[in-house]
């Protein structure tokens, strides 16, 4: 009752309203729907398909009316983003201007301090934004009146301080601006990533929900096909919706279309697939039939050669038997004949293959000398280094690699770079008499802040100090694991050395056992860690206790559980 309303309703808005108006309700309704300009109609149908106003127009109406949004709403579409976009970077801009830097201020040093303005997270690239920045940077300079005034500041900068505080500024201003920059970076990755995260989980949650709305407009669809081509009455190419739908009143099939102007265009569309099947089968047909022809004209040439090879003067059974041999040396030289050229084929691709890998090759030493030559430093990246190696006449003699071989042997190279410059500090501080298990890294900084090798691992000292941790937990970890095995070779520890220590005699041998164990260079390494030793020797005596006493030397291993 209420779908006859409903179409009662839509036939009513038909005849009151003029062409024009209904093509202007349609596309409010694409509007209102959030249908995108640069998807396909079947795609987008599931969204405007249940609406009243999508059965204003025709099927065909509503083709033309679609193309006619799509067309008209993508160049809008553009237009809009190239407003925002421009919009936003003269927003930018004014934040720099806003800003009131001095000539001296870097980027950095402004996207520390703006980084969390909605007008500068407005440009996406950090790139855009340090080119927009630099942009007003040079009109400033090229304005004569900021020009002055910069320089006044300027000028009135450099009158404060001595020389040495001078120095000093400096030095910690490109000391912040690193430490600005590695920031930047880090914070535009995680709000990068972020932001990538976000809207990847927003747009897989609106394709799941088109998705499933998707799937139940096509299950319909295909149901009511279904019923088309198992129901009782005929259907071909030609025949009309009007004097078929009655017999499918019945079929739920039929009802689950929502409209009756649906039901009609799905018709259609199931008797244009018939249409092609039928041109398809007739198409089948003329070949099969042409083939047979085919077929029947080498039939008739095939008995012609035999009547021809018929009434051929008789051969002897000599020259039959010569004449048998001759084509049987043919077949056989024409055989070898192939067989040769196959192997000169095959051997020419081999040729080809080990000459293109000997190529590969040295072009991979040409790069890899390349990079020995000219980057030194493990903090280097490779879109800079990249500028610098293409000045290089070598990098043409490196042309057959493409661009991610040649960053993979550039992070391979920095990889080796840094391992290196971490050995150097590793033996460092062996070398060092100062280290201990103890000492602090504020302690041992100041007695190697002199060498060379202390400021070659990194100009970050936190990264320094980080790697000289790793360096004493795997020292404590070898000298623990020594201990133990010193412990386990000396003799005179034996499950009964528990017992002892329990006795009167106790403090006595515990003592005697230490002063033993320093006879060791491994009992000595843990001296600075008295309580970590006594634990260690602890936990072995208890251990050798529960074991007890050892097998004698003639008792066989326990046979392995089946």
Not at 439 to 457: A, G, P
Not at 476 to 486: G, H, N, V, Y
């Amino acid at each position: 009752g209420e779908e006859k309303t409903g179409e009662e309703e839509v036939k009513y808005c038909k005849e009151k309203m003029t062409l024009e108006e209904r093509q202007a309700a349609f596309r409010q309704l694409l509007v209102d729907r959030e249908v995108s300009a640069f998807s396909t109609w079947e795609k987008e149908l599931h969204k405007i398909v249940f609406d009243q106003r999508y059965l204003l127009l025709s099927g065909r109406e509503r083709k033309l009316a679609y193309d006619t949004y799509v067309k008209s709403r993508a160049e809008e579409e553009r237009i809009e983003k190239r407003n925002k976009l421009k919009e936003n970077r003269e927003q930018f801009k004014k934040l720099v201007e806003s800003a009131n830097l001095s000539s001296r201020a870097t980027f950095s040093d402004f996207a520390q301090k703006y980084g969390k303005e909605a007008r500068f997270k407005a440009i996406e690239k950090m790139k855009e934004r340090e080119q927009l920045f630099n942009e007003v940077k040079r009109e400033r300079r090229e304005d004569p009146a900021r020009r002055d005034d910069e320089d006044r500041r300027d000028r009135r900068d450099s009158r404060d301080g001595g020389r040495d505080e001078r120095r000093d500024s400096r030095r910690d201003t490109r000391d912040d601006r690193r430490d600005d920059r590695r920031d930047d970076r880090r914070d535009d990755r995680r709000e990068s990533r972020g932001e990538r995260d976000e809207r990847s989980r927003d747009r897989s949650t609106r394709d799941r929900k088109d998705s499933k709305e998707v799937n139940r407009v096509q299950k319909i669809k295909d149901e009511f096909f279904e019923m088309l081509k198992n129901g009782d009455v005929r259907i071909k190419p030609d025949s009309p919706w009007n004097k078929k739908k009655k017999y499918f009143f019945e079929e739920d099939r039929y009802h689950a279309v929502g409209s009756s102007s649906l039901r009609e265009e799905y018709f259609y569309e199931y008797t244009k697939l018939l249409g092609e099947e039928k041109k398809k089968k007739e198409k089948k047909e003329e070949k099969d039939t042409e083939t047979e022809a085919v077929e029947k004209k080498e039939d008739r040439k095939d008995e012609k050669e035999v009547e021809k090879e018929d009434e051929k003067p008789k051969l002897s059974e000599g020259e039959k038997k010569a004449l048998e041999k001759r084509e049987r040396e043919a077949t056989a030289m024409k055989r070898r004949e192939g067989d040769v050229a196959r192997r000169q084929v095959d051997q020419s691709r081999e040729w080809e293959r080990e000459r293109g890998a000997h190529a590969q090759e040295e072009a991979k030493q040409h790069f890899t000398a390349l990079l020995h030559d000219m980057v030194r430093d493990p903090d280097a990246s490779w879109r800079k280094t990249r500028k610098q190696l293409k000045d290089d006449s070598r990098w043409e003699m490196t042309s057959l690699l493409d661009v991610e071989q040649k960053e993979k042997l550039f992070t391979q190279h920095i990889e080796s770079l840094s391992s290196k410059r971490k050995r150097a500090f590793v033996k460092m501080l062996d070398e060092c008499e100062h280290v201990t298990l103890t000492s602090t890294w504020k302690e041992v900084r100041r007695k190697i802040k002199h060498d060379s090798r202390f400021s070659k691992l990194s100009e970050d000292d936190k990264e320094r100090e980080a790697e000289y941790d790793r360096y004493i937990t795997d020292k404590l970890a070898q000298a623990k694991a020594d201990f133990r095995t010193l412990l386990g070779e000396t003799k005179c520890i034996t499950y009964r050395s528990k017992e002892t220590l329990r006795g009167a005699a106790g403090d006595t041998h515990m003592r005697e056992l230490k002063q033993f164990l320093k006879n060791d260079k491994r009992g000595l390494v843990l001296d600075d860690l008295p309580e970590d030793r006594d634990r260690i020797l602890e936990e072995f005596l208890t251990e050798l206790e529960k074991v007890g006493p050892p097998p004698p030397p003639t008792a066989t291993k326990p046979l392995a559980k089946r």
